[in-house]
């Protein structure tokens, strides 16, 4: 499984970003839960949000709620996150990460990013104020 980060950059606060998790090497990209996740310097990874891509069932950090929203196209094999609202704290490398989940289309874990088993290399989000 191959995945390819894009759209991070410069923001101001109050700003929006769209980054886009493109994906492959996958049988189907639907058997597979997609997450974001994202680390800042000096700090710990933290998941951002996920989507499972067969039931469509999708999860996000609360610190994200009503801000970010995540979709996907299987067709296309991508991952998108939009990013609405965008705060100096949300400044972080993003990274997009994939975890085999047939036949549970629930499993949408947001942790440390252990459960998942491909990692992209990541894009740089940074919020100014």
């Known amino acids: 499984v191959h995945l390819v980060e894009s759209g991070g950059g410069l923001v101001q606060t109050g700003g929006s970003l769209r980054l886009s998790c493109a994906a492959s090497?996958?049988?189907?990209?639907?058997?597979?839960?997609i997450a974001w996740f994202r680390q800042a310097p000096g700090k710990e990874r933290e998941g951002v949000s996920c989507?499972?891509?067969?039931?469509?069932?999708?999860n996000y950090a609360d610190s994200v709620k009503g801000r970010f929203t995540i979709s996907a196209d299987n067709a296309r094999n991508t991952v998108d996150l939009q990013m609405n609202s965008l705060k100096p704290e949300d400044t972080a490398v993003y990274y997009c990460?994939?975890?085999?989940?047939?036949?549970?289309?629930?499993?949408?874990?947001?942790?440390?990013?252990?459960?998942?088993?491909?990692w992209g290399q990541g894009t740089q989000v940074t919020v100014s104020s």
């Open positions: 989507i499972n891509n067969s039931g469509g069932t999708t």
């Open positions: 090497g996958f049988t189907r990209m639907k058997y597979y839960t």
């Open positions: 990460a994939a975890r085999w989940s047939y036949g549970n289309n629930y499993y949408t874990p947001l942790g440390s990013g252990v459960e998942y088993t491909d």
